[in-house]
């Protein structure tokens, strides 16, 4: 993969745009509505896709150049930030990884023109416990016919590409695992495929202008160029998939990393200006030890963050390292929302209303100990790692897990859970 510009360089870029987002970033969370705008202007500045490689049409920046780029975009517009994750990370990991040629082609396409695609594992009775997932790819000639229903997608109505987790099915019914299977639609020209319809939207508490969308699959055929067949097989396709997705963690972690040290920069700002008492706010030593405390908590977000994305996965995969991803990511994400509380604290009741941005960024970041694998469930793979053990979470245990999977393998607590 050809470097084609310095972090450095996309930094700059990244923060001329921010200065440019910062003033409208209130109106898309008022209005709830997707800053089709910035998306025009993320793709002329070569974000949008910015980590495909040269030969698919992108620039072949690194997963530490986009995680850069990201933070600085999320300091200002925390929706804009959540867009260039999914148009670098998400499914667009798994399909530059495992993808046919044409599947690649297609996917560079899509995102280089300004598509976020949208990732589809979760499902009402599927959340933490994701392979529990009753969608079902049944195998007919020529590909597979998908039934079942996605909640909580991320871009659902706007998205273009997507990638669907199925349980996978041979003629006779018999289960095979779980496959990726990936659609496209156009629904900005109400172009959806048969079968394939965007049930509702969430009415959600932050990051308002971002669709959460319930998805339905009625006898969707997907034909076999449109799978995507993980490297080992449907067999172990959940945990290759979740593999992947460790790019979005470290991305998704940087979104709330970003959001705080935006948050750190305005409290910094604020104490500096706000008289009480005859002094300004900084001279009070409460409110110095807060904004260290802050302070400490962005930057070893960062560096944990920085560490995942310019790690490996232990088989060599194109991925970050699955417990760096994890820690990186609850850390990140928890120390975030204390961060962006305390500066909202910071700013009294100015911070509580929405002539400044805190009130929204708090809003924002609130989501991202929950979705992509919420802090829980990573923390209990960091510990499974440090362990050695994987830690089951029936109630059957570790006999009902092995029996689960249908053999004598134990399986990797990593293929069971989102
Ligand atoms: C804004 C947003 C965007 C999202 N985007 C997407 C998307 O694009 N695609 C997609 O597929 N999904 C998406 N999701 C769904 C998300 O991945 C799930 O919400 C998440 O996996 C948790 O599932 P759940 O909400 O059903 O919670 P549950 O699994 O029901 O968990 C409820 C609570 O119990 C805890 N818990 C559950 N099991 C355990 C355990 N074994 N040990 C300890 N604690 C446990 C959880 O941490 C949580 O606090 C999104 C969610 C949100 C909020």
Redesign the pocket.
């Given at each position: 993969m050809k470097q084609v510009q310095s972090t450095e360089a996309w930094r700059a870029i990244a923060r001329e745009l921010a200065a440019r987002f910062a003033p409208r970033a209130a109106e898309w969370d008022r209005t709830r509505s997707y800053c089709w705008q910035n998306v025009a202007e993320l793709v002329d500045a070569g974000i949008m896709g910015m980590t495909i490689p040269t030969e698919y049409g992108g620039k072949g920046a690194s997963l530490y150049d986009a995680v850069v780029v990201i933070e600085e975009i999320a300091k200002a517009c925390t929706l804009s930030a959540r867009i260039v994750v999914e148009a670098n990370m998400g499914a667009l990991s798994a399909v530059m990884a495992y993808g046919s040629e044409e599947q690649k082609r297609r996917a560079a396409a899509l995102v280089l023109a300004g598509d976020k695609p949208?990732?589809?594992?979760?499902e009402p009775e599927a959340?933490?416990?994701?392979t529990e997932m009753r969608t079902t790819a049944r195998r007919v000639p020529g590909g597979y016919v998908l039934d079942g229903r996605?909640h909580?997608?991320?871009?659902g109505g706007i998205s273009r590409l997507h990638l669907i987790f199925a349980r996978v099915e041979d003629e006779r019914g018999r289960e095979q695992g779980i496959g990726g299977f990936l659609v496209i639609s156009d629904p900005a020209r109400g172009e959806m495929p048969a079968g394939f319809r965007v049930a509702g939207r969430e009415r959600?508490m932050g990051?308002c202008g971002m669709p959460?969308a319930e998805l339905v699959f009625e006898n969707l055929a997907v034909a076999d160029d449109m799978v995507l067949v993980p490297p080992r097989g449907f067999a172990h396709g959940f945990a290759d998939l979740m593999a992947a997705y460790n790019c979005q963690r470290v991305g998704a972690g940087t979104v709330a990393m970003g959001v705080a040290a935006g948050a750190l920069e305005h409290a910094t700002r604020y104490l500096k200006t706000r008289h009480q008492f005859g002094r300004p706010l900084a001279e009070f030593q409460g409110l110095q030890w807060m904004l260290a405390d802050m302070d400490a908590g962005v930057h070893a977000s960062r560096l944990m963050l920085h560490e995942a994305a310019r790690s490996r996965a232990a088989n060599g995969a194109p991925f970050p390292d699955m417990m760096m991803a994890a820690r990186a990511k609850a850390f990140a994400t928890e120390t975030a929302i204390r961060v962006v509380n305390d500066a909202l604290q910071i700013f009294g009741a100015r911070g509580y209303s929405d002539r400044e941005p805190l009130e929204r960024m708090y809003r924002d970041v609130r989501?991202f100990t929950?979705?992509?694998?919420?802090?829980?469930?990573l923390k209990?793979q960091v510990a499974g790692c440090l362990l050695g053990i994987p830690t089951p979470?029936t109630r059957e245990g570790q006999a009902g897990l092995a029996a689960a999977a249908g053999g004598d393998e134990e399986p990797a607590e990593a293929d069971r859970r989102?």
């Open positions: 949208a990732i589809c594992i979760s959340g933490s416990a994701a996605k909580w997608i991320t871009g959600t990051l959460e989501m929950i979705g992509g694998g919420t802090a829980q469930i209990t979470q989102m």
